[in-house]
């Protein structure tokens, strides 16, 4: 029976109306849904990851411990003796090294109403395991790179030089601050190093600048720069990948992170505080610490060992043997065909060290280009032309450098690799294979895992009042592990590239 006409509401009257016009027209309102699939716009790209070996290990311990035979060759007695006496005896060195276990991953959630809602569009489960994995191996690639689990020594009091042209600063005495960042202070925003500051006065006219320098720190992979009127309150000012920065202007308030093209991949976070900025601390290391990490590749060739053989702030232990060098903020350049600063500072030192040569050079993207562009750039260039279907000669503009000759080792070539969790201003020559005899080393970069990568689903419990305490799937993607360099000695890292 049809309702009493009183029933009838406004929205049904409206319906009414909007469904008697004279036709069908577009303004009618019959519609489809043209909802494509669910895209993903986050690259995943992990050499560095693909490239360790990962070992399962059989004991469990809460370190990897590893024993060596020190080289003492320089230290030996003279092999020669006269007839009837004996020999001098070998000088022999062992030392321990360990590497604490640690565990890295991330952790999903999904809902059931989530679920639900989604039913015939995606598998929100499937979509949150992935994307979840996705970001792991993201951080692995960063952490067996730049984790590092001892503090950055204290930066040094910065240089100040002043120029009368260049900038908008037109007070007499400015303060400039510095503070040193880890790879995972690059990645992820876990702090920098304890800061130091310096004054520079004497300053007149409206128009000067200031260009700050400090000493590299070694392990460091990028510097934060911060700005005082009264070397007491510090605002932000910009992080480079190099030690040196041009202070132009005064400021009155932090200034936004460097963009992109400058800082590629740098964390908009600070200290676990999504957009925030970073703080500068003159009294303590202000998180380049981090508890949580074990040491990666630039840590375990940067840091000292103590006598435990663990990785300790440099400047506090052993001396690390590997090769460290800084270009304190000057470009590469061009020798006899090569890049002089990879010869001069990787090549030559590596043979005169361990007789041998690595196996690669690791790049930013942004040397790749300069490494690129300065080989290419010059007349003497090789040029090759290719014929079209046409028979005609075509030119394919651009070029790559994809390895350079190692001239101090006899000629052999080193292949080029572009590392994206190696962040500009760094290089590294890595030696995968040691032709040392009897070296007994398989594998000299390793992550030996108490458990590698795996999946664990949490039980539900309720939480009332709370979006997200219902019904829900929650699951981590964890390892439990610890990254080994088991020849630091045969390896090289060069700073502070522009």
Not at 146 to 172: K, M, N
Not at 303 to 320: E, I, K, L
Not at 361 to 386: H, R
Request: with cysteine; aromatic share 8%.
């Amino acid at each position: 029976m049809a309702p009493p006409l009183g029933q009838v509401t406004e929205e049904t009257l409206a319906a009414i109306s909007k469904a008697q016009t004279t036709g069908i027209l577009e303004s009618t309102g019959i519609y489809s849904y043209d909802l494509s699939n669910l895209v993903s716009l986050i690259p995943v790209v992990t050499p560095w990851r693909d490239r360790v070996a990962r070992v399962q290990s059989p004991d469990g311990n809460p370190f990897a411990v590893w024993r060596a035979i020190m080289n003492l060759t320089n230290s030996q007695p003279d092999p020669s003796m006269g007839f009837d006496f004996a020999a001098n005896e070998v000088q022999f060195q062992e030392q321990d090294f360990q590497a604490r276990y640690k565990p890295t991953g991330f952790a999903g959630l999904v809902t059931q109403d989530a679920f639900d809602l989604a039913r015939g569009y995606g598998d929100p489960y499937a979509i949150a395991t992935f994307q979840t994995l996705n970001q792991v191996l993201i951080g692995d690639d960063r952490k067996l790179m730049g984790a590092q689990s001892f503090a950055l020594a204290q930066a040094g009091a910065p240089t100040l030089t002043g120029h009368t042209t260049g900038g908008t600063i037109s007070v007499s005495n400015i303060y400039v601050g510095v503070a040193a960042r880890t790879g995972s202070g690059y990645y992820y925003g876990s702090g920098n190093s304890q800061g130091n500051s310096t004054q520079i006065t004497g300053l007149s006219g409206s128009t000067n600048s200031v260009t700050a320098s400090v000493a590299s720190v070694k392990g460091a992979v990028a510097y934060d720069w911060f700005y005082s009127a009264n070397g007491t309150t510090f605002f932000y000012y910009t992080t480079t990948t190099v030690n040196t920065v041009l202070i132009t202007t005064t400021i009155t308030s932090n200034n936004a992170l460097p963009s992109a093209t400058a800082c590629p991949d740098m964390s908009t976070s600070w200290k676990g505080v999504a957009n925030s900025i970073p703080t500068y601390n003159s009294s303590a290391d202000n998180g380049s610490a981090n508890a949580n990490d074990y040491d990666g590749l630039i840590a375990s060739l940067a840091g000292d060992y103590n006598g435990t053989g663990q990785w300790v702030q440099p400047g506090t232990g052993t001396a690390n043997p590997a090769i460290n060098s800084s270009l304190d903020g000057a470009a590469l350049t061009l020798t006899g065909g090569t890049v002089t600063e990879i010869e001069a500072k990787i090549f030559l030192p590596l043979w005169n060290q361990v007789k041998c040569s690595p196996t690669a050079i690791m790049v930013n993207a942004a040397q790749a280009q300069e490494i690129a562009n300065l080989i290419l750039g010059v007349n003497s260039a090789t040029t090759f032309l290719n014929t079209d279907a046409s028979g005609r000669v075509s030119v394919t503009a651009g070029g790559r450098v994809g390895e350079i000759v190692n001239a101090p080792a006899g000629g052999v070539t080193v292949p080029i690799e572009v590392h994206v969790s190696l962040p500009p201003g760094t290089i590294v020559g890595r030696t995968d294979r040691v032709p040392f005899p009897q070296a007994n080393i398989s594998s000299v970069f390793e992550y030996r895992a108490l458990r590698d990568t795996a999946q664990f689903d949490y039980g539900i419990s309720r939480v009332a009042n709370t979006a997200g305490g219902g019904p829900r799937k929650e699951f981590e993607v964890r390892s439990v592990g610890s990254f080994l360099t088991r020849a630091p000695v045969a390896q090289a890292v060069i700073q502070n590239v522009a």
